[in-house]
């Protein structure tokens, strides 16, 4: 599994490899059950410091989208769950991103646009595992 990450993003690697990660786990590309390298492995693929993947496996396992096992290494456990807590952090996260958009000059309409194009992306891969 190799991850292309950005490394002159303001987006720090930890959180580029999870981002990449959830995606492909949204995206059906990883199913529950299946293990991710290990984080030595990751590391050099990568050329980042094994520290760095550890923190994102770590975070990852914390929010339930892994589990760490002995033997099998670092599986995938699927979507992980939402609770009201994360409901009103995303509110307030999409909320905050959507104002700066806006002021920064882009209109509501290419907002909306963005928005559902990138919904309708998801609940396509969404259906194709169903």
């Not at 099998?72 to 409901?87: M, N, P, Q, R, S």
């Amino acid at each position: 599994m190799i991850l292309e990450l950005d490394m002159l993003s303001k987006t720090p690697i930890y959180q580029q490899i999870m981002d990449k990660i959830i995606e492909a786990i949204v995206k059906g590309e990883l199913k529950n059950g299946d293990s991710l390298p290990s984080v030595r492995q990751l590391a050099g693929e990568l050329g980042i410091n094994m520290h760095t993947v550890n923190k994102a496996y770590n975070i990852l396992k914390r929010e339930g989208y892994v589990s760490v096992h002995q033997r099998k290494g670092v599986v995938v456990t699927g979507k992980a769950k939402a609770d009201t807590e994360y409901g009103e952090e995303f509110y307030l996260r999409l909320r905050t991103l959507l104002i700066e958009g806006y002021s920064k000059g882009i209109p509501a309409a290419r907002i909306r646009q963005i928005c559902s194009s990138i919904l309708q992306e998801l609940e396509g891969k969404e259906e194709e595992r169903t």
